[in-house]
Nanobody
Framework: QMQLLESGGGLVQAGGSLRLSCAAS????????MAWFRQAPGKAREFVAA????????TSSTNVKGRFTISRDNAKKTVYLQMNSLKPEDTAVYYC??????????????????WGQGTQVTVSS
């Protein structure tokens, strides 16, 4: 059973930065492509960013492009989301997702089998 545990959320002022982490664990361990999604109150879950298993390929939504960066450290079994120039509209619960078989990133949530519990990010104006 695989588990994903997010951390790093919190309250920040507009223009500030946060770094989210997602640590994967479980046996047998199998985590390939990973991604971040978010869900704001009253809204559908939306794609934020994704990264290939090797880390060489990334993709992000137009809403966060140029502000957010996804990266990973496979030795630590962890994926990160560096969020800069945060805006109030970035306020949401951020979820980490992973696929056990496919190495290339995808932007749709049904691609991913494993999900974390989420971490709250609140950006004040």
């Amino acid at each position: 059973q695989m588990q994903l545990l997010e951390s790093g959320g919190g309250l920040v002022q507009a223009g500030g930065s946060l770094r989210l982490s997602c640590a994967a664990s479980g046996r047998p361990f199998s985590v390939k492509a990973m991604a971040w999604f978010r869900q704001a109150p009253g809204k559908a879950r939306e794609f934020v960013a994704a990264i290939s298993y090797s880390g060489s390929a990334t993709t992000s939504s137009t809403n966060v492009k140029g502000r957010f960066t996804i990266s990973r450290d496979n030795a630590k079994k962890t994926v990160y989301l560096q969020m800069n120039s945060l805006k109030p509209e970035d306020t949401a619960v951020y979820y980490c997702a992973a696929d056990p078989l496919r190495s290339e990133p995808a932007t749709y949530d049904t691609y991913y089998d494993y999900w974390g519990q989420g971490t709250q990010v609140t950006v004040s104006s």
